[in-house]
Nanobody, 128 residues
Framework: QVQLVESGGGLVQAGGSLRLSCAAS????????MAWFRQAPGKEREFVAG????????HYADTVKGRFSISRDNTKNTVSLQMNSLTPEDTATYYC?????????????????????WGQGTQVIVSS
């Protein structure tokens, strides 16, 4: 049974930092690209950052490029999102997601349908 469990969310002031983590189990984590999405109240879920199964490629939404950094540890089955210079616009529930297909090459998918396993989300609130 695939499980993705996010942690690390919370309340932070604008300009601050948070580090989100996602612990994966129930599948061959090292074979799958992973991504972070977020969903703000009243808005659609959107891609934030992704990393290929072999660490060779990362991809970021323009809104977070230069501020957020995604990484993974295939020995610990975890993927993390370091978020710096946070703004109130980053307030959302953040979700970890696993690629639909193993060993996908090239750029990480950015569409919801590219991923078929999701965590329950962790809430990030950035106060001004």
């Amino acid at each position: 049974q695939v499980q993705l469990v996010e942690s690390g969310g919370g309340l932070v002031q604008a300009g601050g930092s948070l580090r989100l983590s996602c612990a994966a189990s129930g599948f061959m984590f090292s074979r799958y690209a992973m991504a972070w999405f977020r969903q703000a109240p009243g808005k659609e879920r959107e891609f934030v950052a992704g990393i290929t199964w072999d660490h060779t490629n990362t991809h970021y939404a323009d809104t977070v490029k230069g501020r957020f950094s995604i990484s993974r540890d295939n020995t610990k089955n975890t993927v993390s999102l370091q978020m710096n210079s946070l703004t109130p616009e980053d307030t959302a529930t953040y979700y970890c997601a696993a690629d639909r297909f193993e060993f996908r090459t090239g750029v990480v998918g950015v569409r919801l349908r590219d991923f078929n396993s999701w965590g329950q989300g962790t809430q990030v609130i950035v106060s001004s």
